[in-house]
DNA sequence: CGCAACATACCAACCAAAAGGTATGTTGCA
DNA sequence: TGCAACATACCTTTTGGTTGGTATGTTGCG
């Protein structure tokens, strides 16, 4: 991003850059690599300028996870609508987006941001509200305790893949969502 | 812990103490709750005394999760050695210590901690080390895809009674503990 | 329209606090 | 006495955050 004085002002553009420099940064050096003064480098605005858009360093958190559950939420949606099946639909959804929204790329420090990003309580809650929330939507086809197991082992597989050491990929990532899927289906 | 003129020179103890203290405001506080200055402080001694023990700060994390892997591995042999069936037996085990070493009390720094930490390098290789070489040797009896994902879902299990907000405990802990037992026995 | 009045979007410099770490003492046990 | 086990005091860096100012729009009014 050039600078202020030679960009046409767009404070949305920028508001946007910011975030996406702020994940970026984030994803690549974990939580401790996510300050101010680096997202706002990256971004090509100074510290100041981004304190006018965020007026906390949590309110640029939350922003962050506000974006990244409205991409999961996209996701899941979408993957619903092209799903026949009624029960256990929202399950395969959600577990074929937290397979295919795996962080490609160097892995390690991605893990960290997300759950150390759930310390912050306001951030622990908006997870926790969009989760509950679509459990309620859902209950009438995806509230069976073996459902329940398929979601929990995607959440495991999702964590086992943020946390594999260096280049050590998770074993077989597409047969055993295959395999999770074929769960809901057969039980 | 009483001021080191008050007690006798016990070094092995102090250092106990300084691990423990350290986990305890590791779990109340989340990772930025970490400081030297407050483990010192916590233990009864200074910030020199605790850099006598511990070379540096991530020595100390080192040193604490050392001892969560050393317990988890104590607790799984224990599991193990109740159990009359061979097939699936570390995977039962895993589950059962899993279940069981939930840390109780308020719960969503203590998922920070744990994930955090894993962006050290060194703590995820000593985790990803003993975990490897445990499925390595009981690769005879736990190799299968449904143990696999039963494993998966337990991490999910504990990453969700992490994250779970404020008192909001998850939904059937015990049940779906027997549940994923089960799995390893019928299949 | 044209221009003053105001609001928005930034920048540059600075600040207090807290962090990890070190250098140098002091104390107590063998 | 000598060395391990601490305490005290200090340093450096980095952090989130603030302050005052400036450039760029936008709006109301004669």
Redesign the interface.
């Known amino acids: 991003m050039k600078t202020a004085s030679q960009r046409k002002k767009d404070p949305e553009l920028v508001r946007r850059t910011l975030l996406d420099c702020a994940m970026r940064l984030a994803l690549e050096h ?3 690599g996510l300050t101010v003064q680096a997202v706002a480098e990256a971004a090509g605005v100074t510290k100041g300028g981004l304190f006018h858009h965020f007026p906390s360093k949590q309110a640029l958190v939350e922003g962050l996870f506000a974006d990244l559950v409205e991409k999961l939420d996209a996701d899941i949606e979408a993957a619903m609508a092209k799903d026949p099946q009624p029960r256990g639909s929202f399950t395969r959804a959600y577990v074929r987006a937290t397979f295919d929204d795996l962080p490609q790329g160097q892995g ?2 991605a ?2 941001l ?3 990003a ?2 912050e ?1 306001s951030v ?2 908006m ?2 509200d969009w989760f509950t929330a679509r459990l309620e939507r859902h209950r009438a086809t995806d509230d069976e ?1 073996s459902l ?10 999702w ?2 893949h ?4 260096d280049g ?1 990929a998770v074993p077989d990532a597409a ?2 969502r295959e ?2 899927i074929a ?1 809901t289906l057969t039980d």
């Open positions: 974990g939580p401790a390690n420090p893990a960290a997300y759950v150390s759930l310390a309580p622990l809650r997870w926790a305790p329940e197991i398929v979601r929990m082992a995607a959440d495991g597989a964590l086992a943020l946390m594999r050491a050590a047969g055993l395999r999770l769960m």
